[in-house]
């Protein structure tokens, strides 16, 4: 650290240089975060200090907290809805703000180990829970951190989890099984009704990691059961800071039962609130204040026109793909191709160095992902296609 302070000019000129290294998302193909709605942005300004951390503090906050968790426990069926206040529930159906889809998937996991420690099932030493091949890597953080063996099922052909294989894996020592809702490598949907079927036989746990489709699939033309309305799902993942349109950091987890919750307690005996059921200690105020603020802003209608738009991208894309020469994978259910063409490694790297564009790997089979986000254009489908065009036809 420098001895004596910068003046604010000297900073802002520092933080404008560092700045101008980022993207912006210009040609950027592979993320599935994206700008947050300038709603969601002075939302943000406006409760920066807010910490979510000791909730005593900041009611307000927590009221929009509250009203984010009750406006997506609606959106997706959850029968009736409620978040901690402290050491007490509003009602059945809770959750809280999480930093993201990594934050939530962890404590979903860690609320179905505590609570089969606390003696609701009768497992061995190592319990395990099943998880689609497919799912996000931070499956790994909790294989890793968790005393969990995490298991993984195999896919069928079209890149959905196989329920059978799923079947095969269950055991005495299974705690819980996990689907997904818009995996992030193919943005496929994992046949949730069967996957609920399993569980209920098996009187498993049963998370749905929507981090991706949670803010897609509800306003899609084609509906797919994958929430709370499928009776086995226990817990669902949803991240306003991707196709939300909140700011990061903003993720969710709701459970079906305040049981969950309270198996992740901890006491806080010096804080204004008796205790915690976060993984996080303090927690971002003004995140929950960006996601209510974008979330009442758009409203139902705003997310369709999000997802209408970026559909028409993902459409245009793979008819346009086609016509020189390179299929997807999969029909795309939602806005994420993965596209086969020979050698993607080698086209990606190609595609960075010559033209700029951002895109990325499928790992298994291995094809160009991307991601159509409301960052981009038709403009842009256009020219990445030419510059695709160009690197495989020199390949
Ligand atoms: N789950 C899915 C399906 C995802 O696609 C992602 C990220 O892309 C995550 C979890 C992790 O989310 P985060 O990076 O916000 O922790």
Redesign the pocket.
């Known amino acids: 650290m420098n001895n004596q302070g910068l003046s604010e000019e000297e900073i802002f000129s520092y933080l404008e240089n560092a700045k101008s290294e980022d993207t912006d998302y210009y040609r950027v193909l592979s993320s ?1 975060c994206t700008h947050p709605h300038k709603i969601a942005v002075e939302a943000h300004r406006l409760f920066i200090e807010a910490n979510l951390g000791d909730l005593g503090l900041f009611a307000g906050a927590h009221r929009l907290e509250k009203e984010v968790i009750k406006m997506l426990g609606e959106l997706l069926h959850a029968p009736s809805i409620g978040t901690p206040s402290g050491n007490s529930f509003d009602s059945s159906v809770c959750g809280y703000l999480t ?7 962890i404590q979903a996991v860690r609320g179905m180990k505590n609570l089969v420690n606390a003696g609701k099932k009768d497992v061995g030493k190592i319990p395990n829970i099943v998880i689609p091949e497919s ?2 890597f ?1 499956f790994d953080k909790i294989a890793n951190m968790m005393g969990i063996e995490v298991r993984r099922a195999l896919l069928d052909s079209e890149l959905k989890v196989d329920p059978a294989s799923v079947e095969s894996l269950i055991d005495t020592n299974t705690v819980g099984l996990v689907g ?1 809702a ?3 490598e193919f943005g496929q949907i994992d046949p949730i009704e069967e996957l609920s079927r399993l569980a209920l036989e098996n009187e498993l746990f049963f998370h749905v ?5 949670g803010f897609v699939i509800p306003f899609l033309e084609n509906q797919y059961p994958f929430d709370f309305e499928v009776p086995g799902v226990t817990s669902i ?1 949803i ?1 306003p ?2 196709m939300g349109l909140s700011t990061i ?1 903003s ?1 969710a987890l709701l459970f079906r039962s305040p049981s969950f919750l309270e198996s992740l307690k901890v006491s806080t005996p010096y804080l204004t609130t008796k205790s915690q059921f976060t993984l996080t200690g303090t927690r971002s105020g003004a995140s929950a204040a960006a996601t209510c603020a974008v979330m009442k802003h758009l409203g139902r209608e705003g997310y369709v026109k999000n997802v209408q738009y970026c559909m028409h991208l993902t459409t245009k894309l793979v008819e346009e793909a086609r016509e020189i020469g390179f299929e997807p994978l999969i029909k795309p259910l939602m806005n994420v191709v993965a596209l086969k063409v020979p050698n993607p490694d080698l086209v990606r790297q190609q595609l960075l160095k010559r033209f700029g564009w951002n895109v990325s790997i499928t790992r298994n089979p291995r094809s160009l992902r991307l991601v159509l986000m409301p960052h981009n254009t038709a403009l842009d489908i256009e020219e990445f296609l030419q510059d695709l065009k160009k690197v495989t036809s020199e390949l």
């Open positions: 599935m930093t993201g889809g990594t934050e939530s998937n799912a996000h931070s997904i818009g995996t992030t990691d929507a981090a991706f489709g993942a991240d800071h991707k950091p993720g």
